[in-house]
């Protein structure tokens, strides 16, 4: 099995910046889909950024392109949310998963961090 774990969040001003960082353990994540989703008050959870195995390729959310960049370092076994300009709605609690597989899928969620953004 795989555990996740998020840390990095708090409060933060508009316009500032904040960096999630997700830990794993149990298990190498150099053969899984790394994803970043968030979950506002009230709202459903939504992905926000994705990064496959290598490195190679990214995805992001219209909301959050130019603003947010997804890494991972996988000697490390972590994954990274650099978040820049940060805005009110932005103000979630952010989830790190990792995915993997065609005919068996596996997918593990980390417990989430705060990110809040003050105006």
């Known amino acids: 099995q795989v555990q996740l774990v998020e840390s990095g969040g708090g409060l933060v001003q508009a316009g500032g910046s904040l960096r999630l960082s997700c830990a794993a353990s149990?298990?190498?994540?150099?053969?899984?889909?790394m994803g970043w989703f968030r979950q506002p008050p009230g709202k459903e959870r939504e992905k926000i950024a994705s990064i496959d195995p290598s490195g190679e390729s990214t995805y992001y959310a219209d909301s959050v392109k130019g603003r947010f960049t997804i890494s991972r370092d996988n000697t490390k076994n972590t994954v990274t949310l650099q978040m820049n300009s940060l805005k009110f709605e932005d103000t979630a609690v952010y989830y790190c998963?990792?995915?993997?597989?065609?005919?068996?899928?596996?997918?593990?969620w980390g417990q989430g961090t705060q990110v809040t953004v003050s105006s």
């Open positions: 998963q990792a995915r993997r597989g065609t005919f068996r899928v596996s997918e593990y």
């Open positions: 149990g298990r190498s994540l150099d053969t899984y889909i």
